[in-house]
């Protein structure tokens, strides 16, 4: 079992950057591929990003790329994911992910241990 714990969500004025933290405990996510998912009200969850444990590849929703990176420090159990130039469309609660497979998966439900979210709001 994993426990998953976000922080570091709040409110950024448009342009800003925060960075999310993911805090693993239960099992060492060496061997976990991690994602970040942000779900808006009334809508579905979305992919934002992913990392893989077996070669550290990572992937990116068409949103993210070029201004949001995921990264993830083993020895401390965590992953991040920091955000660049927020735009208003990013305010969602951001929830952080965990499979055992080596590969980054853009859907929920291949996702085995979920977080709590942590929200995120961008006024512009």
């Known amino acids: 079992q994993v426990t998953l714990v976000e922080s570091g969500g709040g409110l950024m004025q448009s342009g800003g950057s925060l960075r999310l933290s993911c805090a693993a405990s239960?099992?060492?996510?060496?061997?976990?591929?991690m994602a970040w998912f942000r779900q808006c009200a009334g809508k579905e969850r979305e992919f934002v990003a992913g990392i893989s444990w077996s070669d550290g590849g990572t992937d990116y929703a068409d949103s993210a790329k070029g201004r949001f990176t995921i990264s993830r420090d083993n020895a401390k159990n965590t992953v991040y994911l920091q955000m660049n130039s927020l735009k208003s469309e990013d305010t969602a609660v951001y929830f952080c992910?965990?499979?055992?497979?080596?590969?980054?998966?853009?859907?929920?439900?291949?996702?085995?241990?979920w977080g709590q979210g942590t929200q995120v709001a961008v006024s512009s």
């Open positions: 239960g099992r060492t996510i060496r061997w976990y591929t």
């Open positions: 992910a965990a499979r055992s497979s080596g590969v980054v998966a853009t859907v929920s439900p291949a996702y085995s241990f």
